[in-house]
């Protein structure tokens, strides 16, 4: 057995004392034990002198023990001495959390207890012992301690096993509250996170982006007396906005709601909801397919192309669907546009598709184009099909559908097809066709077939109305001798100075109010008649659109460019291969009523 003299110590650390003392005599640390004499409680605050002792624990101020500045420490005095006692007599453990701030005792299953009048003394000072031996403060966050020993006093069969283990709490420190960072959240990124879509449209009302506002924390104190600091919230900058955004706040957060339509744009700390989006291309790997769904009707999209002109600014087999779309550089292979409106000062690939609802404006062309208005500077074995006018500068090729078609300069294998007008400045080359087929032309061909089901709708609706009308009315004459009866009464009476029968009255005065309504319904009746001849007239015309129509150029015909033009009525071909001066050409009706082609110098 270790032997060593028994001696006195002042400490501020039980275990710092043990280890110490244990590698100084190079004696097993478990082979040492002590008991408490006494023990001291001091503050200690930062910027004064002297520390403050505390005669009661319990007293301690909660301002001092949440201050960061002060610290609570305890001296004690020990008698250190050979340990005799098998301090697993209760086998109990005592457990704490990370923080320190609430200490567990267990007692172990299986634990005996002798009835002993000295037993809750005897528990507390072995307890006590444990924490100081484990570097925890005694007498400080005990309130509940005693009570909870007593409780358990009451509780212990004595003399038996425990059946199961026993916990409960022996200190009870002040847990932090943490501090809260501030944190912006992109409520818009969650939106679409799982497509591809570099867009991010947002609607009106929506919620697009919230602001957690810091909280500072409040400190605690561990079971050993430490401090615990809760640390510096992150102080994030408040997003500034414009008047595309409306904000609501409460204590906790700022949130940040679309007051339009549009895209999320939050660069800078500034947020705003925009409707151009300006990017520098536009491919698969960057952004995927810009389609702005509902808000395809808002939303413009700006490509400032800054690389080599053999990339295209527009990658290929893109799909994009927006509002307007401008781009300084070109379309390539299998890319599908929508747009309203579109300007591209560069080229599109011949396998690119465009469907424009109002105007495009395309530098070179070579794809298939659908558009309300086409403005091309060089058409190159593109494809054009548009619901008004198209205006090429120079046609190298390629084939256009449209009412009235405009060219600068047609050179080659052009194919072109209008209803109204062709019109030509300059032919510097061959092979080309100038066709003049109304029926080729959607916007000609829907309003054909619309007239002529209008016209049998309003021919059924007519003839059904007049039916009716000549029916009532032949029921309404039957009535004229029996009105001309009660007529008669009526005069009779007043003639004889009685009242005439009100039955008679009436009936003479329901009589002509129909009379009335007839009027209104036969010259409703007339109306309709005109509408309908009006209607007749107006298809009559429209299949006649081949005799309004005209093919003017100030440039000489050679005989290798051919003029067609087709009777909408029975797609009946009349052609020509003119030759020499003819600025005008037409088609006009002989004596027989036949068309011919007119051409004029």
């Not at 329901?510 to 009027?519: A, I, L, N, P, V």
Request: glycine share 6%; hydrophobic share 35%; proline share 3%.
């Amino acid at each position: 057995m270790i032997s060593f003299k028994p001696f006195s110590k002042k400490t501020v650390s039980v275990p710092k004392t043990f280890q110490v003392f244990s590698k100084d005599k190079n004696i097993n640390i478990k082979s040492i034990d002590f008991t408490l004499v006494s023990y001291e409680t001091f503050i200690r605050r930062k910027g004064v002198s002297e520390d403050i002792i505390l005669k009661d624990t319990t007293t301690i101020q909660p301002d001092i023990l949440l201050s960061p500045d002060a610290r609570v420490y305890q001296r004690y005095e020990i008698n250190i001495f050979p340990s005799e006692l098998d301090i697993s007599t209760y086998n109990i453990s005592l457990s704490s959390n990370v923080k320190k701030t609430k200490m567990i005792a267990t007692i172990a299953a299986g634990t005996v207890f002798s009835s002993d009048k000295n037993l809750e003394k005897n528990l507390k000072d072995f307890i006590w012992k444990k924490k100081l031996l484990s570097g925890f403060l005694i007498g400080v966050f005990e309130e509940e301690f005693e009570k909870q020993l007593k409780k358990l006093l009451e509780i212990l069969p004595y003399g038996k096993k425990l059946p199961k283990d026993i916990k409960f709490v022996v200190a009870q420190g002040i847990e932090p509250i943490e501090c809260v960072h501030s944190e912006i959240e992109k409520v818009y990124l969650y939106k679409k996170q799982n497509e591809r879509n570099y867009i991010d449209g947002v609607e009106l009302g929506e919620l697009i982006l919230r602001y957690q506002k810091h909280k500072n924390g409040l400190g605690g104190r561990s079971c050993e007396g430490k401090y615990l600091d809760p640390g510096k919230p992150t102080i994030l900058k408040v997003p500034k906005t414009d008047k595309t955004i409306q904000i609501k706040e409460d204590e906790h957060y700022i949130e940040f709601y679309a007051n339009e339509s549009g895209y999320v744009s939050y660069e800078n700390d500034f947020l705003s909801i925009s409707k151009t989006l300006k990017l520098e291309s536009a491919t698969f790997k960057t952004t995927g397919d810009l389609d702005a769904g509902e808000l395809n009707d808002e939303i413009s999209v700006t490509i400032e192309h800054s690389k080599g002109t053999y990339e295209d600014a527009i990658g290929g087999g893109l799909k994009i669907d927006v509002k307007g779309l401008s781009s300084n550089g070109s379309i390539g292979s299998n890319t599908q546009i929508s747009a309203c409106e579109l300007s591209l000062e560069a080229q599109t690939h011949k396998k690119s598709s465009l469907a424009i609802k109002n105007k495009a404006n395309i530098k070179l062309h070579r794809g298939d184009l659908l558009a309300n208005e086409a403005q091309i500077e060089v058409l190159e074995t593109g494809k054009v099909k548009a619901h008004k006018t198209v205006h090429v500068k120079k046609m190298i090729g390629g084939e256009i559908i449209a009412p009235k078609v405009y060219i600068d300069e047609l050179v080659s294998n052009g194919k072109i097809t209008a209803s109204e007008l062709i019109e030509i400045k300059s032919i510097s080359g061959d092979h080309n066709t100038l066709i003049i087929n109304p029926n080729q032309i959607e916007g000609y061909h829907q309003a054909k077939e619309q007239l002529q089901r209008d016209i049998l709708q309003r021919k059924k609706n007519y003839q059904e109305d007049q039916k009716t009308f000549e029916s009532k009315l032949q029921e309404h004459n039957e009535q004229i001798q029996r009105m001309q009866t009660f007529q008669r009464r009526v005069n009779e009476a007043k003639i004889s100075g009685k009242t005439p029968m009100k039955q008679d009255i009436l009936r003479i005065k329901e009589y002509k109010r129909k009379s009335e309504t007839f009027t209104q319904q036969q010259q409703k009746l007339l109306d309709e008649k005109k509408e309908l001849e009006m209607l007749e007239l107006q298809l009559t015309n429209l299949l006649e659109q081949d005799l309004h129509a005209k093919i003017i150029t100030n440039s000489l015909y050679d005989g290798h460019t051919k003029v067609i033009f087709i009777n909408p009525m029975d797609a009946t071909e009349i052609s020509l291969l003119p030759h020499g001066q003819a600025k005008t050409i037409t088609l006009e009706l002989d004596k027989n009523g036949q068309r011919v082609i007119k051409t004029t110098a």
